[in-house]
């Protein structure tokens, strides 16, 4: 059996496929970038599993060129909004992703960016550097508690239920949130409030925090109109995925103070940025790393190949999406 990586992974995944004797071809070439698209043409001719990580579109073309030996895409990732799910089903082709593992630490990385941008770390830490720090002073870079404040999650999958309990049993704030359906039990765990509408939401928020995949719907789901149901005293969090805010009506938002300051970890259209947004010191911008921990990301790379043992083994693989 053969697996192609396309970019190197963590090596305790590799080590799994290696030692139920597979071999196992890695594309070294795109260590510190994307993996372009002839890399992975040329990589997937004849292979049994491909794994991908979210940086590569992963369309029919693709897939076309690894059958007919091809049988699994194993997503070292989440999210799969990168492969397109409709030619996997057409071509019998089985999708996993690495769901559960990265949960708590995503939720950590977004109270840091809360944290962060709400006790202005970011632009303290330049201001010092830059060796203006002169005295203590009684109004020096003040910031905003979480303490008592009221926390928005837009999206109750795993991360948004952890952020949210982290927020209500850590930081005694007052939870709202939104998704597709309500969830009682939740509620009677955090003390949570349902909200149908995001804009009912939005308004109530001290924090608000994305957590929904990247689907048609939830493409620009925080746009200019939603940034102005905002609070002005409000902070924004992303590190869901990021088209889901229109990075250019933010950028707009946070200039003209109609909230008062935003972090993300996850862009429009990654590796780029609004370049607005680097002249703005209201804001925190992180490079995609929310689950960028040795003990998680090494989690992502066994989950991802266990996922292609399972399937190649003629079994059903744990973490099937498609």
């Known amino acids: 059996m053969k697996i192609f990586i396309t970019r190197p992974i963590p090596e305790s995944g590799i080590k799994l496929l290696r030692d139920k004797g597979y071999e196992v071809l890695i594309n070294e070439a795109a260590k510190d970038r994307a993996a372009d698209k002839q890399e992975i043409l040329a990589g997937i001719k004849g292979t049994d599993a491909l794994l991908s990580v979210l940086t590569e579109k992963i369309d029919a073309e693709i897939m076309d060129t690894g059958l007919p030996t091809l049988k699994i895409i194993a997503n070292y990732a989440v999210g799969f909004d990168n492969i397109d799910l409709d030619a996997a089903k057409q071509r019998n082709l089985m999708v996993t992703n690495t ?12 109270f840091a960016l ?10 303290a830490d330049k201001f010092i550097r830059a060796g203006m720090y002169s005295a203590w002073g009684p109004m020096l870079f003040l910031g905003t508690d979480l303490s008592g404040k009221t926390l928005g999650v837009v999206g109750l999958g795993r991360i948004g ?35 149908e509408n995001i804009d009912d939401l939005l308004s109530r928020s001290d924090f608000i925090s994305i957590h929904v995949p990247l689907l048609e719907s939830t493409r620009h789901l925080i746009n200019e109109n939603k940034l102005k149901q905002m609070k002005t ?9 990021g088209p889901v805010i229109d990075e250019k009506a933010l950028a707009k938002a946070l200039k003209e103070k109609w909230i008062r300051g935003a972090a993300i970890d996850v862009f429009e259209n990654e590796p780029k940025v609004e370049p607005e947004l680097f002249r703005l010191n209201n804001i925190i911008l992180t490079p995609h790393i929310a689950s960028a921990t040795e003990e998680t990301r090494n ?20 973490n099937l999406v498609k």
């Open 99 to 110: 769901p559960d593992v990265l949960t708590n630490t995503v939720a950590e990385h977004t």
């Open 114 to 123: 809360m944290l962060a941008i709400s006790h202005r770390i970011a632009e």
């Open 161 to 195: 239920s952890r952020v949210a309990y982290y927020a209500a049993k850590g930081f005694g704030m007052k939870v709202l949130y939104t998704d597709v359906k309500k969830d009682e039990n939740f509620e009677r765990g955090v003390g949570a409030q349902f909200f």
């Open 233 to 241: 005293s409000a902070y924004l969090i992303n590190t869901s995925r």
């Open 299 to 318: 989690a992502m790379a066994e989950l991802a190949a266990k996922n292609i043992i399972e399937a190649l083994e003629g079994r059903t693989p744990p």
